[in-house]
Structure formats: structure tokens, C-alpha cells
């Protein structure tokens, strides 16, 4: 079956620091893959996504290209701030697998970011 | 535009109890998905519905959970007889159509 395995945390950055947060992910199907994040208080939001290989998904200022080859989706930012201080959550969704309709998503175990002052 | 809700944000139930956990979508929004999260694991697909109807289960367990939308109110999640393996965060997403999910905060379900 479909599985997204991302690098466990906690991670603990300074600010302006540059961020790596890996994601590696096996499918059946073409998936199309996700970012999502959790403030602390708050439900999931879509930070970025890309549905096919080598596209890039960008937003605030975070990264990450679909590389269909290593089966990756690694996500980056050049300089985090306090406020990139979350959960953030690899996701895929896949077309293959739900019947043509890709509303069902599995996730990653999630990776906690601390962002020091 | 109020975001999804989800009430209770806490709840706490001895075993053998009900919990019912409730989802109000996006107005506008007529698709309704629950995901469930154990701790130590990643979100999992739980039952997707559509008003009325029930569209796909297959994360259900196979007994004591339900899950309803109906034409009228909220989702509502229903466990019956918790156990202690329930305990997790029950998250629910809606969306207008197959399109990006938005989601809830969450509900925190105890079972002492």
C-alpha cells in the first residue's frame, strides 16, 4: 500500500537558519503530494503541493520539487522564522489507488519545528 | 468564513462509554473526511460522506465506530464502547468538491 515516511523530530533551528525537513514516499499510482502544516492550537493547512514529476511547490517561503526518481519530496526554506514553529506533515494522494478520485490522503508521522530566537 | 469546526476540542470517556464527536464543514462545503491520529503515527484515513450518504469507509473499523452527515447539522463521529486503543486525535477535513480538504483542530479523545 501507499506509506510516507519523513524525518522525525523534534527539530530545533536558530532563526534565518536553513531548513531541510525529508520525505520519501512509495505508491502504487501517480500520487500527488503534499505539504501540510499545524500551528500549535490549529488544524491542518495546505502549505504546498505538486502534482507531477519535477514540479515545484512553493509558499511563504517553503519549497519542494517532486522527484519522481528518488521518490521525494523534501521540504526547505532558506531562512525560518520563530513563527515557522509547527508540525509539518508529508502527505500523498493517490489517484491509482481511491478509484480515480484522490480525495483520500496518507500522511506522514509528522516532524515538529522549533524555531529559537 | 468560519473554518471547520470540531467540538469537543478535549474529551474524556471511561471505557465501555459513548463518544460522539461532532464536525461542522465550511459553509459551502459538501464533503466531510475524518482522519484519525495515534500517537506516535501519522494521520489516518478514516470514512469519507458526502450529505446522506456514506462515499468510502474502508478506514472504519469494523465495529462500534460510525460516522453520519446528515441533510441537517453536523458530522458526527460516533465510537461506542471506547476502549483504551481509542484514544487519539480525530481530525476532520471538508472540501466543495474532490478539491483541496480543509481542516478541523481536532478532537482529543481520553478513554480512562
Known amino acids: 500500500g501507499d506509506s510516507v515516511t519523513q524525518m522525525e523530530g523534534p527539530v530545533t533551528l536558530s532563526e534565518e537558519a536553513f531548513l531541510t525537513i525529508n520525505c520519501t514516499y512509495t505508491a502504487t499510482g501517480y500520487p500527488s503530494l503534499f505539504w501540510y502544516v499545524q500551528y500549535p492550537g490549529e488544524g491542518l493547512q495546505l502549505l504546498l503541493k505538486a502534482t507531477k514529476a519535477d514540479d515545484k511547490g512553493s509558499n511563504k517561503g517553503f519549497e519542494a520539487t517532486y522527484r519522481k526518481e528518488t521518490t521525494s519530496f523534501h521540504l526547505e526554506k532558506g531562512s525560518v522564522q520563530v513563527s515557522d514553529s509547527a508540525v509539518y506533515f508529508c502527505?500523498?494522494?493517490?489517484?491509482?489507488?481511491?478509484?480515480?478520485?484522490?480525495?483520500?490522503?496518507?500522511f506522514g508521522k509528522g516532524t515538529l519545528l522549533t524555531v529559537n530566537p | 468564513n468560519a473554518g471547520v469546526m470540531q467540538n469537543p476540542r478535549h474529551l474524556v470517556r471511561r471505557r465501555g462509554q459513548e463518544a460522539r464527536l461532532r464536525c461542522s464543514p465550511m459553509k459551502g462545503h459538501s464533503h466531510v473526511y475524518w482522519y484519525r491520529q495515534l500517537p506516535e503515527e501519522g494521520l489516518k484515513f478514516m470514512v469519507y460522506l458526502q450529505k446522506e450518504n456514506i462515499i468510502d469507509e474502508s478506514g472504519m473499523p469494523k465495529e462500534r465506530f460510525s460516522a453520519e452527515f446528515p441533510k441537517e447539522g453536523p458530522s458526527i463521529l460516533r465510537i461506542q464502547q471506547v476502549v483504551r486503543g481509542d484514544s487519539a486525535a480525530y481530525f476532520c477535513?471538508?472540501?466543495?468538491?474532490?478539491?483541496?480538504?480543509?481542516f478541523g483542530q481536532g478532537t482529543r479523545l481520553t478513554v480512562v
Open positions: 477535513a471538508s472540501s466543495r468538491r474532490i478539491t483541496e480538504a480543509f
Open positions: 502527505a500523498l494522494s493517490d489517484s491509482g489507488n481511491s478509484g480515480g478520485s484522490n480525495y483520500k490522503l496518507t
